[in-house]
């Protein structure tokens, strides 16, 4: 192929875990991906200065206050629009992902965050209510953007031995982000009325420190040479992102992925559901994220006070031991950031979702038990500790990884935006139906979760094979495979089940891949 360029390397597609990476996954991971945990939870501290700056300046515009419905719908409308935002987010991700890059819709986006940080700063001066709601829906454009493409740049730029540890660690910092929400919300820090302006903007400060770094590293290899074609400025971005001759089996193995897809434009979502050899993959994508939200974790968030209460600690010290839970969130991301190249994603994923829905029947049980055994709310407590981290541990990360994983530089794009916006619509559906479930079903309506992240981890451990230290078009091929077999057995002796290269697929390792059976797809 014209313009290719062989670089002398140790022949593995393996390397070492270099300065510039482990930078990239902090810059990417703490301007944007933080923010979206931060968002999560910073309008609950402040929730009743914000009802009581509404009401006031409705007074002052009209006379009259609003109404205890009306200013709830409007507290409603504050937190939820969030939701929305990230909805049209992960929708145009695909669009920006392409036209700008993985790195450049990353440093582009970071305006979103200044603009609404700006209309929530300066709200209270201006007694504009609107400037909120606006400035929330903004930061939602800007968490739906980044829940997809920071994912995607650093499953790109990460060597397959590293991409597992790298793709967690905006997980890592979304716990972060929530945890710095439930400090700074303290009494003693920003959780006083004349600070929640600066409470709601102060996002603006880690975004600021990623504007003035990111840019000076890299774009995505991948990106530069099956997208722009620029084989040059991908061997440049290699060398950086690598140890010293250690490129040339990756760029081999970038080129057989461009020439497979020489004739394949990036695909729309609508040809990506058309398209029959991915239909595993896509409906993964599609179980996992909706799994994610449908796992009750948002309202586990929502009620931890009441559970708390429950149990019988002070109301004074709850606020306290609400941000204990942010500790155990980030050691439990840490945990699965450490151990997800030694055990791989699906025993974080099955492991993480089984956990939790255990604990969710364990929560029902002690709140169906805790009138008649007082020690019960214990139990219940411990059981919200065991959700938030068994969703911190797999659930929380992997799913955004694998979504990168199971799919070419042609796919990946529309399968963010599939995934992405399933994960939101899920994110508010929860908000939105969880009060009338928790109203009509009681304590009962663990058991839906809990069913739910039970169902998840059988289909995982059923369908998604183990992507751990694999090419992406290892894992592609795993798939293809699959759908192949049944059409083939009985034409084929086991012995000769090896592919090299079909339809154009090919640059394994060894140029074979050998059939495993412990990962079939049914």
Same mark, same amino acid.
């Given at each position: ?30 301007? !944007? ?36 419905? $009306? ?71 800007? !968490? ?5 493409v920071v994912p995607m740049y650093l499953g790109e730029i990460a060597p ?73 400025? $991908? ?171 199971? %799919? ?25 139906? %969880?009060?009338?479930?928790?109203? !009509? ?70 140029? !074979? ?10």
């Amino acid at each position: 192929m014209a313009g290719e360029v062989l670089i002398p390397s140790s022949g593995k597609i393996t390397s070492q875990l270099t300065g510039s990476l482990l930078a990239v996954a902090f810059l990417t991971s703490f301007g !944007s991906s933080m923010l979206y945990g931060y968002n999560l939870a910073v309008v609950n501290s402040p929730a009743v200065y914000i009802k009581d700056f509404y009401n006031q300046s409705v007074v002052n515009r009209n006379g009259t206050g609003l109404s205890e419905e $009306t200013l709830t719908l409007m507290y409603s409308l504050t937190v939820s629009v969030f939701a929305i935002g990230g909805l049209l987010g992960s929708v145009i991700v695909g669009m920006l992902v392409t036209r700008f890059g993985r790195k450049g819709t990353v440093v582009n986006t970071t305006v979103l965050v200044f603009i609404a940080s700006l209309l929530m700063g300066f709200s209270r001066n201006c007694g504009s209510p609107e400037m909120i709601i606006v400035g929330r829906f903004i930061t939602g454009i800007h !968490s739906g953007i980044s829940l997809s493409v920071v994912p995607m740049y650093l499953g790109e730029i990460a060597p397959k031995n590293l991409r597992g540890f790298l793709g967690l660690v905006p997980s890592i910092f979304i716990g972060t982000g929530v945890f710095t929400a439930q400090i700074l919300g303290l009494h003693e820090l920003l959780g006083k009325e004349e600070h929640w302006p600066l409470f709601l903007s102060v996002v603006a400060v880690p975004t600021f420190i990623q504007l003035m770094l990111l840019p000076w590293f890299p774009e995505s290899p991948r990106y530069l040479l099956i997208e722009k074609h620029n084989v040059h400025a $991908t061997i440049t971005a290699l060398k950086w992102y690598r140890a010293k001759c250690d490129i040339q089996a990756e760029i081999e193995e970038m080129q057989e992925e461009q020439r497979s897809l020489s004739s394949v434009e990036t695909l729309s979502v609508w040809k990506l559901f058309q398209d029959d050899t991915v239909r595993w993959q896509v409906l993964s994508v599609m179980v996992i994220n909706i799994g994610m939200q449908l796992s009750g974790i948002d309202a586990i968030w929502f009620y931890t006070n009441d559970i708390f209460e429950d149990a019988g600690i002070p109301a004074s010290e709850i606020p306290y031991t609400t941000a204990g839970t942010g500790i155990i969130e980030i050691i439990a991301g840490l945990v699965g950031c450490f151990s997800i190249e030694k055990l791989g994603r699906r025993p974080l994923m099955i492991g993480g979702f089984t956990m939790m829905g255990i604990c969710c029947g364990g929560i029902t049980v002690s709140l169906i038990l805790q009138a008649h055994l007082p020690f019960m709310r214990y139990v219940g407590v411990t059981c919200v500790v065991g959700i938030i981290a068994g969703f911190c541990i797999g659930p929380a990360g992997v799913p955004f990884l694998i979504t990168a994983e199971l %799919f070419k530089q042609s796919h990946r794009p529309a399968a963010y935006i599939v995934g992405g916006s399933l994960n939101w619509l899920s994110n508010f559906t929860v908000g939105f139906v %969880f009060p009338f479930l928790q109203k !009509s079903a009681g304590s009962y309506s663990y058991l839906v979760f809990g069913s739910i992240c039970l169902s998840v981890a059988v289909y995982v451990y059923v369908v998604i094979p183990e992507t751990k230290n694999k090419t992406f078009m290892e894992i592609s091929q795993m798939f293809t495979k699959k759908e192949s077999v049944p059409e083939t057995q009985g034409l084929i002796h086991v012995d000769q089940l090896k592919l090299k290269k079909m339809n154009g697929y090919g640059g394994m390792e060894h140029a !074979s891949l050998e059939f495993d059976s412990s990962s079939s797809v049914p």
